[in-house]
């Protein structure tokens, strides 16, 4: 097959028979490799870890010297598929049926992988090696469990070996409604949150011996959601802190608990920072005068890419090869651009995100191929001749 030969469904299809489950890279990496260096990249399989967590492969490739610096990142982990009896196919199969393709990860996002790889070909079948610039790949395993051995460790590796970049497009699902109707340039913030109330056991009929957590709990809940966060602004919807569980475990219908316990997840806009969210719930549960514990993870900072060179190229390949002027969100959850804006301009465009991680997940395969051509459009507008 030559390099302008490569087809974006083939390529999809042998990643999603990889059952990459994360962390595993189950070959997928592989699927990768060959293409690209038939392409001409340099490939470099890097494995990263940590105590306590399991080992990921990584890999980082790069064509051409000097000139603009163009990125592509990418994840080739999945998440799990839940019990496989729930779907009408076989999940790591990659059928096609009714003009879509089925699979764990055809949506997330092995689709914008294959579509990327096979508009490479295209392009440089036209270009040759000779576009005046450099591309690079940035494929992790790492990002839909700890993300900690993926990019967060590849964009350091990067750094130390001159491996600069002056912008990156991030592959993630990002279309709502049609495909190309959102270009993320941002993404919120994102923090869980787990407090515990503990109070004073006793019987349900003698209240004024004991002091109910449940009712602490409640009253504070109340006082965490009833006012809005705030109320957005030009390129963030409003932030949101959604409660996800709470739990007392008790079994008995006549005692009044010990302890009560809420988990809350917290996406918040640029108009706040993890710290600042955090000292707010702190003050919160100061103010309600209960005993308590509070332990919060924010998995990622809310950040945006003002609109600018990026966007615009990437917006102006969507006029052209699908006709509609894309959106420039930053809604949805997080995703490893919140690494890479540390490294360089940053912005995701990928495929529709209606399946994502659901039973029989799926994607349109006139989609895959569009996606491919919006991408090449990419690379000649930010390599222009």
Not at 207 to 228: F, G, I, M, S, Y
Not at 243 to 262: C, F, H, L, R, Y
């Amino acid at each position: 097959m030559t390099s302008a030969a490569l087809d974006p469904l083939e390529i999809t299809r042998a990643l999603i028979r990889c059952p990459s489950i994360a962390p595993a890279d189950a070959g997928a990496l592989d699927v990768l490799q060959a293409p690209l260096e038939s392409l001409g990249f340099t490939c470099h399989r890097l494995t990263f870890e940590e105590p306590d967590t399991a080992p990921v492969q990584n890999l980082y490739a790069r064509l051409g010297e000097g000139g603009a610096r163009f990125g592509y990142a990418g994840h080739t982990d999945v998440v799990p598929v839940g019990d496989p009896a729930d779907w009408s196919v076989e999940p790591f199969a990659a059928e096609v049926r009714d003009g879509r393709l089925y699979g764990r990860g055809a949506v997330d996002m092995k689709g914008s992988i294959g579509a990327f790889v096979a508009a490479l070909g295209r392009f440089l079948g036209r270009r040759g090696p000779s576009f005046g610039g450099t591309i690079c790949l940035l494929i992790t395993g790492d990002e839909e469990a700890l993300a900690i051995n993926g990019t967060r460790k590849l964009l350091p590796w990067m750094t130390e070996r001159g491996e600069g970049l002056d912008a990156c497009l991030v592959g993630e699902p990002t279309s709502g409604d049609s495909l190309g109707d959102t270009i993320k340039i941002g993404r919120r913030g994102s923090m869980t949150a787990a407090v515990t109330i503990r109070g004073i056991q006793g019987h349900t009929a003698y209240p004024q011996h004991a002091d109910n957590p449940a009712h602490r709990l409640v009253d504070l809940l109340h006082e965490l959601t009833k006012d809005a966060l705030d109320q957005g602004n030009e390129h963030f919807e409003p932030s949101s802190l959604q409660v996800t569980t709470i739990d007392i475990g008790n079994p008995a219908s006549n005692v009044i608990p010990a302890q009560a316990e809420a988990r809350m997840s917290i996406r918040f806009n640029n108009a706040h920072s993890g710290a600042s969210i955090e000292r707010w719930l702190r003050g919160k549960l100061d103010a309600s005068g209960a005993d308590h514990d509070l332990a919060v993870r924010i998995s990622g900072e809310p950040f945006l890419t003002p609109p600018g060179r990026l966007s615009e190229v990437m917006a102006a390949a969507v006029r052209d090869v699908i006709g509609i002027e894309p959106t420039l969100g930053t809604g949805g959850g997080t995703s490893d651009a919140r690494f890479i804006k540390d490294l360089c301009p940053v912005a995701e465009l990928g495929l529709r995100n209606d399946s994502a991680h659901k039973v029989d997940e799926h994607a349109e395969l006139a989609e895959i191929h569009t996606l491919s051509e919006v991408y090449e459009a990419v690379l000649d507008g930010f390599f222009p001749d």
